[in-house]
């Protein structure tokens, strides 16, 4: 079973959960949102068949992990003693981007080189942090978390696809996509 297959099980134990999205809609409560990052993160560890990297840094070895709600964005957040060591991983280790509608039955997957995405964000975003975080600035000038986002826009124009879910069934793979990312990191 290829590591998409793997992972499209789990898709459909636990995001696509339609037991879990019926009840939700009939106690009217928000459906959007009940999925907890740590199982986008599970969710490309099946994907990649990579292991998490620890508690700092990408949350996969060689991938960091981002989901976003159809037109949002994927939020990178930077804390204060490690932000400057994670904005430099992230423009070595892969991206893998996760859109989802909101009852999840559509998940789009794609995937970024973080080299390809270090120009226009991470090595703008560098000297930013250093600013948010600046010891010299007064207190109410500098901010708890620095955050930035990528657009979904970037991403849909720029990844490569690897997993296309309509209507909660596979509408589209490239295992090849995900092989040829998985090797830049052997």
Not at 7 to 35: C, Q, T, W
Not at 58 to 71: F, H, N, P, Q, R
Request: aromatic residues 12%; neutral net charge.
């Amino acid at each position: 079973m290829s590591n998409i297959d793997l992972a499209f099980n789990f898709y459909k134990k636990h995001i696509y959960d339609e037991e879990k999205i019926a009840l939700l809609r009939k106690y009217n409560l928000k459906i959007a949102g009940s999925v907890p990052s740590v199982l986008w993160e599970l969710f490309g560890a099946l994907l990649t068949g990579r292991p998490g990297a620890g508690t700092t840094g990408a949350d996969l070895i060689g991938w960091e992990v981002k989901s976003a709600k159809t037109g949002g964005s994927y939020e990178y957040q930077y804390h204060l003693n490690t932000g400057a060591n994670k904005l430099k991983e992230d423009c070595v280790v892969n991206h893998l981007f996760f859109t989802y509608s909101e009852s999840y039955n559509n998940v789009t997957v794609k995937s970024i080189r973080g080299s390809d995405l270090r120009e226009k964000y991470f090595d703008v975003w560098l000297p930013l942090y250093y600013k948010n975080y600046d010891s010299q600035a007064p207190a109410n000038q500098r901010r708890q978390r620095f955050r930035k986002s990528i657009p979904q826009g970037f991403v849909e124009q720029n990844g490569l696809l690897v997993l296309e879910i309509l209507d909660g069934e596979i509408s589209n793979r490239e295992d090849a996509n995900l092989l040829l990312l998985n090797g830049d990191n052997e």
